[in-house]
């Protein structure tokens, strides 16, 4: 008798400008692919903004990052390295340079709601885009010209994309989700909630990733993994 399938709801909430959320993708994707047939999954992005007062010309990432830690040229170069081979295991390539500025990210989020409503195909399409235009080409995700061109690469109405990020359409929306996970304790990212009950957080292994899911699949309602 063939093994019954489970299929989980996945809610990943993460910023397109968290090199952890980008590996943690990587990470979660690989862990689903050595789980099929018996574990399928449909993900969900949800918007989580790590800097929600940083200013339209973003900041100098050495600067922010050595104001927010304290962190030297030094320190940021090794944990620059260690994400990017943690990407490279997960085929996520991080540009050696690092991203040059820091950005706000909330028309992203705001396209990124539009894409759900869409497909939650196109949404994921859009979401590895906007994280591939950041880390890797060091592109500004908070310029219009560089989401319009991934809403169209993820195969959505670019005269579309452009009517939103002109207007305040799903602001609202997306400020209300982002609250909602604040409100629930959510602080840091990625957090990965599958079912509505289940927790694992930061970016994991793919080994983690794949007990985890192999847990919760097989799991009674009442349990709780966090990895």
Known sequence: MAAMTSHL???FV???SCPWCAVGLGSLEAALRRLAPDVTAELHFQPFELNPQMPAEGQDTFEHLNQKYGSTREQQAQAREMIRQRGAEVG???SPEGRPRIYNTFNAHRLLH?????????????KKLLLKAYFTDRQNPSDPEVLVHAATEAGLDAARAREILASDEFARETRERERMY????IHSVPAIIIN?????SGGQPVEVFERALRQIAGAQPSTVVTA
């Open 9 to 11: 709801k996945i809610d």
């Open 92 to 94: 996520f390539e991080f």
């Open 14 to 16: 993460s910023d397109v």
């Open 196 to 200: 509505d009950q289940h927790l694992i």
């Open 114 to 126: 539009w894409a759900e409503l869409e497909s939650p195909a196109k949404q994921a399409a859009l």
């Open 182 to 185: 604040t409100d629930a304790g």
